[in-house]
């Protein structure tokens, strides 16, 4: 007996209709933090650059997580130096990266 052909639906990710790839690129660097892992590699690289080649032996780049920055002082007092430049280091990390990644400095 042969019985009909049935086609399948394979519905993807996109759904039915054709997208750019990068927009499924940006999909799933979002969904694996991959590129948290990018922006964190290019911070760590450029780092003396960005607290300033006096404070760089001083305080350590922990992580980056949700969009805050940790880092870790050596002590109290180099950790409240770095909470009065923390507008600063935001603002030259993003520049540095050309986006707004870093929001929030946090010090431990």
Same mark, same amino acid.
């Given at each position: 007996?042969?019985?009909?052909?049935?086609?399948?639906?394979?519905?993807?990710?996109?759904?039915?209709?054709?997208? &750019?790839?990068?927009? @499924? /690129?940006? %999909?799933?660097?979002? $969904?694996?933090?991959?590129? !948290?892992?990018?922006?964190? *590699?290019?911070?760590?690289?450029?780092?003396?650059?960005?607290?300033?080649?006096?404070?760089?032996?001083?305080?350590?780049?922990?992580?980056? &997580?949700?969009?805050? @920055? /940790?880092? %870790?002082?050596?002590? $109290?007092?180099?950790?409240? !130096?770095?909470?009065?430049? *923390?507008?600063?280091?935001?603002?030259?990390?993003?520049?540095?990266?050309?986006?707004?990644?870093?929001?929030?400095?946090?010090?431990?």
């Amino acid at each position: 007996m042969d019985y009909p052909k049935r086609r399948r639906s394979i519905q993807g990710v996109t759904g039915n209709r054709a997208v &750019d790839i990068s927009v @499924l /690129v940006d %999909k799933v660097l979002k $969904s694996t933090h991959i590129s !948290e892992d990018i922006h964190f *590699k290019a911070i760590s690289e450029h780092f003396a650059k960005i607290v300033g080649n006096a404070v760089a032996p001083y305080v350590k780049l922990e992580k980056l &997580d949700k969009q805050t @920055l /940790v880092l %870790k002082a050596v002590n $109290s007092a180099w950790k409240q !130096e770095l909470f009065l430049q *923390k507008n600063a280091i935001i603002e030259r990390c993003n520049s540095m990266l050309g986006k707004p990644v870093v929001r929030d400095v946090r010090f431990v």
